[in-house]
């Protein structure tokens, strides 16, 4: 191949680059941004805020591997951030955790369970899938096993979790974890590539809904 034959071949393939690029998508560009569109955005809990919200399921190990970082960058969220979780039972075996979750919410317990339940699942391996085995463990961290165990069958229980089924049906949620910011975007890992790239997403759409409040 002589010099004018690659220099008219390289052309060709920059010209053909050019098209192939122009021919992205929206959603395939919002993808390669690490993030989906959610349309139409869903409704968020407050107005003066910007939402984050992660969906999660206790029995999920990419779970489990992503609430050291959740955790950390809802400690230093700014103010105008309000930072929520949903536990919707996408699948029927996640309904014992899911209503484990919202009893917990429900109770004012949250705190108290939540990091203990997660732990008992992954770093103690116990079996915590039945109602009664969750609730006996939530008495060991000495919350009213009882109660706890009769809110988890409760009706408030069941309006939550109807409710968050309607949000992740709304959310076009498929899996877990995956993190919706103010109800208009959706990331996770497999469009964020890490767990710095989701909170990267989540730092660069939580700064330009701020600026729309």
Known sequence: MNKREFLKGSAKLAATASISMSGISAVQAQALKGYELIDPPVNTRSSDKVEVLEYFWFGCPHCFAFEPSINKWAKEKPDYVEFVREAPPLNPGWEPHSRAFYAAEIMGVTEQFFDPMFDGIHVDRRSLR????????????DIDEQKFRKTMDSFAVNTRMNQAMQMARASRISGVPTVVINGKYLT???????HEGILRVIDERVAEEYALL
């Open 188 to 194: 996770g890992g497999s469009l964020a590539g890490s």
């Open 130 to 141: 039945s109602p009664d085995n969750i609730a006996k463990f939530a008495g060991e961290l």
